[in-house]
Every structure is written in structure tokens, then in C-alpha cells.
């Protein structure tokens, strides 16, 4: 994939500003499917990496979900400039060999300004705005079952907290973000449809206990519209287990429900990825 090029060119470029910054370990998420800081399936308010106000971090991943049907290959970059505006990039490929079509290819250009908040620390979570333009490289499918566009833009609002004392005496971190969304199984089937044109806000939500200080459990749960009357699209929801040996390297393993999709039923699988911090 040429994107993973531009993600580790990326972050080797950004290697002066160190992964040794003053943020908490793991208090820059992982990466999500889309690009984003945050879960596997849900951004969060928090930023990629552990820059501080007055430094600039990346970040490089690759991620892989097995399904019954299907197969999602994504490789991923983002910057983190001054603990305050990520910008983000993946390259979803899709494998639709169950149908005899290939893949489906999807390009994801991401935006997220934190708005005021601290995930840790103050009486505020935090809160940050993100933009997501999608673009669909292989409409074909997509539009032979009613999707009417092949490239859109999410719009979300996230707020997350941590505790580091919370129940039990471990850390916990929640996040609830609620998104404007018309994307048919997050753009990879297209945009909007013959059931349903119109942006919806659709809910997203993630807890996670920390085990010790390097690893975290948790489940997500991500709301979906149902755009397309010839197949039907549920909620996505998984759980997962990351590990943060250090600031430079995380690790996720997870398991994934994400329903129906393109007719075929109860799709479920592993999830892994593997994220490098610059």
C-alpha cells in the first residue's frame, strides 16, 4: 500500500520530537480504523501520541480484522502538533473475496481539534471536534446496491475522562462520542442510499479498565444508520486488550462484532494492530 510508505516516511520524519513526552502512558489511545486516536472502532477525544503543548508526535500503525466473510487490512499515520490538532490518514482495503469482486479500497482524511478539558486532570473530560472526508476507490458494488455517493465527510463530537482511582483502585477510561454520519459500513459500501439520504447522528461509546499501568481491557459499541433497503446494517460493538510496553509501541488484540454486512450474516472476528510512536 503506498499509504504505509507515506506513514512511515511520516514518522520517521517526526522522530526528533521523542515518544518520551510528559503525557501518561497510554493516555494517547490507539488507533482506530479510521485513523484517528481513540479505540478500535471509536474515536475518543484524546490525541495521537504524548505530545505535551509545545512539542509535535506521530504515529504509525497497521491493523487487521478477519472476518467470517471478509478481510480489513488497514495501515495508518497521524500527527499530534502541541497536544492540541491531530491530523490523520488511512487506507482501508476491504476483501470481498466471498464475492467474487476483489476488494473495496477507501481512503480516510482526518481532522481533530481538542476543544477545552483534560483527559486526566481538571473538573472537565475532554472534549475535542473531529472531520473525517472519506473516499471510495471501488464504487461499483457499493452503487449496484443502492449507494447514491462514493465520497462524504463524518463530523463528531467526543468527550473522554480517565480515573486513576476509580472502582476497585485501577484506572478507568470512558469515552461517548456522537457522530453525523450517512456512511454504509464506514464508507467501505458508500454514502447514503435508496432508504435513506440524510446525515444521521448515530452514538459511540467505549470503557476500558486498566489492569496495571501497561494494559487495558474494554468494550466499544458503535451505533450505525441503515441507509441501503436491500441490506441490512447493524451496530458494531467489540472487546479488546491493549498493551503499552512503552511510549514508542502499543499492541491490540480484540474481538469484533460487526453484524450483517452486504447480506451476509453474523459477522464476527479478530482484530489486531500494531502502533509505533514517533
Not at 503543548?53 to 480489513?72: G, P, Y
Not at 464476527?268 to 510512536?277: E, L, P
Amino acid at each position: 500500500m503506498k499509504y504505509i510508505l507515506i506513514a512511515l516516511l511520516l514518522a520517521s520524519f517526526m522522530s526528533t520530537a521523542q515518544a518520551t513526552g510528559g503525557r501518561l502512558l497510554a493516555t494517547g489511545g490507539v488507533t482506530t480504523v479510521e485513523g484517528s486516536s481513540g479505540g478500535g472502532i471509536v474515536p475518543w477525544a484524546t490525541l495521537s501520541g504524548y505530545a505535551e503543548d509545545d512539542e509535535v508526535s506521530a504515529i504509525a500503525t497497521l491493523s487487521a480484522l478477519h472476518l467470517d466473510d471478509f478481510d480489513l487490512k488497514v495501515a495508518a499515520a497521524s500527527v499530534n502538533f502541541y497536544n492540541r490538532l491531530e491530523l490523520s490518514v488511512a487506507q482501508q482495503d476491504f476483501n470481498l473475496t466471498t464475492l467474487g469482486a476483489g476488494e473495496i479500497r477507501q481512503q480516510v482524511f482526518g481532522a481533530k481539534y481538542r476543544i477545552v478539558g483534560d483527559l486526566i486532570y481538571g473538573k472537565l473530560p475532554q472534549f475535542a471536534m473531529g472531520i473525517q472526508y472519506k473516499r471510495n476507490r471501488d464504487f461499483a458494488v457499493p452503487q449496484s446496491i443502492g449507494s447514491q455517493h462514493d465520497d462524504d465527510f463524518d463530523i463528531y463530537l467526543a468527550a473522554s475522562r480517565a480515573w486513576l482511582n476509580g472502582p476497585f483502585n485501577r484506572t478507568w477510561v470512558a469515552s461517548l462520542t456522537a457522530r453525523a454520519t450517512r456512511a454504509n459500513q464506514m464508507g467501505l459500501l458508500g454514502f447514503g442510499g435508496d432508504a435513506n439520504n440524510s446525515h444521521e447522528v448515530m452514538i459511540e461509546g467505549s470503557l476500558g479498565i486498566f489492569l496495571n499501568r501497561s494494559v487495558v481491557v474494554g468494550v466499544e459499541y458503535r451505533q450505525k444508520p441503515d441507509n441501503l433497503a436491500a441490506v441490512e446494517e447493524d451496530d458494531w460493538m467489540d472487546v479488546f486488550v491493549a498493551w503499552f510496553p512503552s511510549k514508542s509501541v502499543s499492541l491490540t488484540a480484540g474481538w469484533a462484532d460487526l453484524g450483517d454486512i452486504a447480506g451476509f450474516t453474523s459477522q464476527s472476528g479478530a482484530y489486531m494492530s500494531i502502533q509505533a510512536s514517533f
